[in-house]
């Protein structure tokens, strides 16, 4: 869903060659790739909640399916698309500006470099810099998902409050603005190897 919409959405920005999106390009993908991820957003994220709060040993699979209301699923959709309609359209954007600067500051290299090596440096690279950048976004997803049906007591809300909507605002008068960037190492860790790795196999399938 989400290269599909990016390729189909790109393609018709890019149409025309003196349209302002044929200008800005770095625009243009992002903005096809924030597409492109809201779309397939709405099969991600049953799956997300009942991962993150299986994980969590907050409830089994048909509990979580059982238990979450529907103002909890709009409320961690919510979240989920404040995560990763950045994520995906930075991680395009980042990609195809580094795909397309990299053979030439590698020019001494190009006869030697295979179109694959490309793609995984770029990869690695978008994937990097996307996950870094958006870590604060998935730690208050991961903060929504595991906590919004969690009594406000627990958590040191007042009793009656929203916990979707304050929860985040407690975990950072809790644990500071540091707290959002919580494993951001390790996020970048897995983010960079896994986009390498998906858009070395989705140029692969373009060629």
């Known amino acids: 869903v989400y290269l599909a919409l990016y390729e189909m959405l790109s393609r018709t920005l890019l149409a025309e060659p003196s349209s302002w999106w044929s200008a800005h390009l770095l625009c243009t993908w992002m ?58 359209g930075l991680q395009v954007a980042f990609y195809a500006q580094v795909h397309s600067a990299l053979p030439e500051a590698l020019s001494q290299m190009s006869q030697v470099l295979p179109d694959s090596l490309t793609d995984i440096i770029s990869g690695g690279i978008a994937g990097a810099i996307a996950a870094a950048l958006t870590t604060p976004l998935d730690v208050l997803v991961t903060h929504t998902m595991t906590d919004s049906n969690a009594p406000a007591e627990r958590k040191g809300l007042p009793v009656g409050s929203d916990p979707v909507t304050k929860g985040p605002l407690e975990l950072l008068r809790q644990g500071g603005s540091s707290t959002l960037t919580k494993g951001i190492g390790l996020r970048v860790l897995y983010y960079a190897p896994s986009i390498a790795i998906f858009f070395t196999i989705y140029e692969g399938m373009r060629r």
């Not at 709405?42 to 993150?52: D, G, M, Q």
């Open 31 to 88: 903005f096809a790739g924030a597409v492109g991820d809201a779309a397939g957003s709405v099969l991600r994220v049953p799956a997300e909640i009942v991962c993150k709060r299986s994980q969590t040993g907050c409830s089994g699979v048909f509990d979580v399916l059982a238990e979450t209301s529907r103002e909890t699923w709009l409320a961690c959709w919510a979240a989920v698309l404040s995560r990763d309609v950045p994520m995906g």
